[in-house]
């Protein structure tokens, strides 16, 4: 997708300034300026707002030259500068959200062009609202297209929504009105109505949607525009907006398309939020949009708050105040770990929840889905392999007893090392929780977004599990560094054991991941070590 492409270059360019704030910081924050503006108008933002960003950013930047600042300082003002110029880029002031409300009826309304993806987003959204537990229908009132009721009954039917329309009424309004009707005396709590499109913006459309709009009297119109056309958004946007006062854009086909950043800056001087956009033609190619978690999936440093908004919408709500209590107190039990995990695979597709996960978006383009979910599914067998004590655990329970290491292992079909590697990366989120809450305690700390919840950042070698690459500040290890290290461990269990003394080795905060890599002995690691920060 070329907007991952756009997020790389502008992370190259902040990447390269944070490098450089030591030697001239004017001459650093211009070069950095000169690769965000290229990659921003090679995506087709709309020129005047990328010169408005530009002097935002310059401005900012250089007022706080004059400032005593240190080094770590200069590089956390420069990355947070860029993340608000960037947001304010796609945002546009908007009110309260639409929420339905469990146990009472709500009515989305669609509208938009013919073929822009209205029937496909209607399934994609009605299969959002069923994940998370309401009682949703479809109610087709496409009377115009030959085949349209066909084609949401399809959609519908492999989505397992219930759904309405007539092969024989031509009055869309009535459809709607009826198929309305019939769902709310069911007690339906989402009720999505699909209207028709035109080729063009005609009168007859626009009329078409008022009266339904007045049968159905919605909660929230949606208008769905295709990405592709670029900048024409915000013209089409307009119009619509005229006629059916939309109160929200799912924006489609955002998926390969060189004008997804011109789309999207140019809904949001509409001043009407995008709320959904759409990757791609299968029903889960669909991903909730907020200003700052696009932002924080496009600089790739994640966005833990819509992962937690997710994790909170599909997850027991006992299990995650549990775990929150566990994480505010800086603890991580291997059990926290092991519902993470089973939520997580609830989730959805794997590409989509790594996108919130800091750098592992990146990385997953590279391992692959179906190597990352492999390895997920290996770490829940090897969870389920422990006893309750075991799982109530911090983990040490296996360093003081390693026969324990080797019945899980038996237990769940795995190695004593993937055993070994799961308990390092439960480790190494246990650290981040005790960092997290740490800086609860201290203030507020890093970026927007990362604060609070531990990611899910894994240790060198953990197959499709990475760690943090791409992250601001973080190194950049390839997938081939990884496989190497792993490969590396895996020869050598010694190394091994006392790579696990130096995870539970005392005092908090990470272990040190230099004298890890030291103790490889060996070049490659020694590179790795290097790009950690970490003196060899
Ligand atoms: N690549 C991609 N294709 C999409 C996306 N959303 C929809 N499509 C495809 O776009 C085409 C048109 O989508 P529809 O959902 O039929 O569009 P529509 O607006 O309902 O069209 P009418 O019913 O004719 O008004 C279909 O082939 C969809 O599979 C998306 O996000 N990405």
Do not use: W
Not at 418 to 427: A, F, G, K, R, T
Not at 437 to 466: C, D, E, F, L
């Amino acid at each position: 997708m070329v907007l991952a492409d756009l997020g790389k270059r502008i992370n190259g360019a902040v990447n390269s300034a944070l490098s450089n704030t030591q030697d001239d910081y004017a001459t650093a924050v211009d070069a950095m300026l000169k690769g965000i503006v290229t990659a921003l108008l090679e995506a087709d933002v709309n020129i005047a707002l990328v010169s408005r960003l530009r002097n935002n950013i310059k401005g900012k930047l250089l007022e706080s030259k004059g400032k005593s600042m240190n080094n770590a300082q200069t590089k956390k003002l420069i990355q947070k500068t860029v993340f608000d110029e960037l947001c304010n880029l796609v945002d546009c002031d908007n009110a309260e959200p639409f929420k339905p409300k469990k146990k009472k009826s709500s009515v989305v309304m669609f509208v938009g062009l013919q073929g822009s993806g209205k029937t496909t987003s209607c399934t994609k959204l009605a299969v959002y609202y069923a994940k998370r537990g309401f009682k949703v229908g479809l109610v087709c009132a496409d009377t115009f297209r030959a085949g349209a009721f066909d084609q949401l009954k399809q959609n519908a039917i492999k989505a397992r929504i219930p759904f309405y329309g007539s092969y024989t009424e031509t009055d869309p309004a009535k459809v709607a009105e009826e198929g309305v009707a019939k769902f709310k005396k069911e007690k339906f709590e989402v009720i999505i109505v699909d209207t028709s499109g035109r080729h063009r913006q005609e009168t007859e459309l626009f009329r078409e949607m008022v009266e339904i709009s007045k049968v159905v009297k919605p909660s929230q119109t949606i208008m769905v525009l295709d990405a592709s056309i670029g900048q024409a958004a915000e013209q089409q946007s307009k119009a619509f907006k005229e006629s059916s006062d939309f109160g929200a854009i799912i924006l489609t086909k955002m998926d390969g398309h060189a004008k997804g950043g011109g789309a999207i800056s140019a809904v949001a001087a509409t001043k009407t939020p995008i709320i959904f956009i759409g990757t791609g033609e299968h029903i889960h190619d669909f991903e909730s949009f907020s200003p700052k978690s696009f932002v924080s999936k496009l600089l790739g440093i994640g966005d833990i708050e819509s992962l937690f908004e997710q994790i909170q919408t599909v997850s027991n709500k006992e299990d995650t105040q549990a775990m929150m209590e566990n994480i505010q107190q800086g603890k991580f039990t291997l059990s926290d770990f092991k519902k993470q995990m089973q939520t997580i695979m609830k989730m959805g597709p794997l590409s989509n929840i790594a996108q919130m996960i800091p750098g592992m978006g990146n990385m997953m383009n590279q391992v692959g889905e179906e190597e990352t979910s492999k390895s997920m599914k290996k770490m829940v067998y090897v969870l389920d392999s422990m006893t309750k004590q075991e799982l109530d655990s911090d983990g040490r329970i296996f360093i003081d007893e390693p026969s324990r290491l080797v019945r899980v292992a038996r237990g769940s079909g795995c190695t004593v090392f993937d055993v070994e590697m799961i308990l390092m990366q439960q480790q190494m989120m246990a650290r981040m929780a005790q960092g997290a809450a740490a800086s609860k305690q201290g203030g507020a700390r890093g970026m927007p977004g990362m604060g609070g919840m531990p990611g899910m950042g894994g240790m060198p070698g953990m197959g499709g599990m990475p760690g943090m690459p791409n992250m601001p500040g973080m190194p950049n290890i390839s997938p081939q560094m990884m496989q190497d290290a792993q490969a590396k461990l895996r020869q050598n269990p010694s190394l091994m054991n006392k790579m696990m003394g130096m995870f539970n080795g005392s005092g908090g905060g990470m272990p040190d991941m230099g004298e890890m890599m030291k103790m490889m002995d060996d070049p490659q690691m020694q590179q790795m070590a290097k790009q950690f920060g970490m003196g060899m």
